[in-house]
């Protein structure tokens, strides 16, 4: 973990003008949402930092992770539709989460019996807004329990406004969603998800919600992440069981 040093006022003008020139950079790509995840290690007491954008009906996937403990995270919550990061999102407030331990098991079951072997004590969550529009969320963790002060919060609260700016560079207006050459674009695999939950949509008969259900469960059943079962289904490989038969 990086203890913040100097001002915090110069901190943050740095993380602007970092992410005011991959804004300005055609072909930066992601390279402004990074900055502001690598920038929480910089300037806050945390180990890593994960940002996620509202790339279609399903709810947010993740473009960036400082790390592979943040990536994991992510991912396990949005394989099964739990956790702090998704309850910042639909919630649209502030996860804060300084004892994980005793937290998830309440509130997260079956995202707590996930958590063995990852070093994560404690977990911040906040929902990236535009006006009323929830368009993604950033996520924080540390390695071990212990609580942001006020001044942390307060700094932590500015960084979410400057990932605000940097998903909306990528992100064609407010209440829309994101589609077509964008997605294309993500050098993640939210893409099969997306595909393959058409799929089934066209193939079952059934709402987009139901179909990532499916992909969720069978995600969570055979020890897989959601993209691992998507690609397959995009192959014809594996076809999900019938919950109903």
Known sequence: MTSRAGDDGQAIAAVWAAVVDGIRDNSSGLAPVARVCRACVEVLPVDGASISAVTGKNG?????????????????????????????????????ISDLARASTAAWPVFASELAGLEVGAVFAFPIRSGAIDIGTLQMYRSRAGALTE??????????????????????????????????????????????????????????????????AHAFATGRSVDAVAREVLAGRSPLPDPDG
């Open 60 to 96: 947010p996937e993740t473009l960036y992770a400082s790390d592979a403990v943040s990536d994991r995270l992510a991912s396990l919550q949005f394989t099964l539709g739990e956790g702090p990061c998704v309850e910042a999102f639909t919630a649209g407030r502030a996860v804060i």
């Open 151 to 216: 001044a942390d919060l307060a700094l932590a609260l500015r960084v979410v406004d400057i990932a605000a700016v940097a998903l909306l560079a990528l992100h064609p207006g407010p209440g829309r969603q994101v589609e077509g050459e964008w997605l294309a674009a993500l050098p993640r695999d939210g893409i099969a998800v997306h595909q393959a939950t058409g799929m089934l949509i066209h193939q079952l008969n059934i709402p987009a919600k139901e179909a990532l259900a499916r992909l969720r």
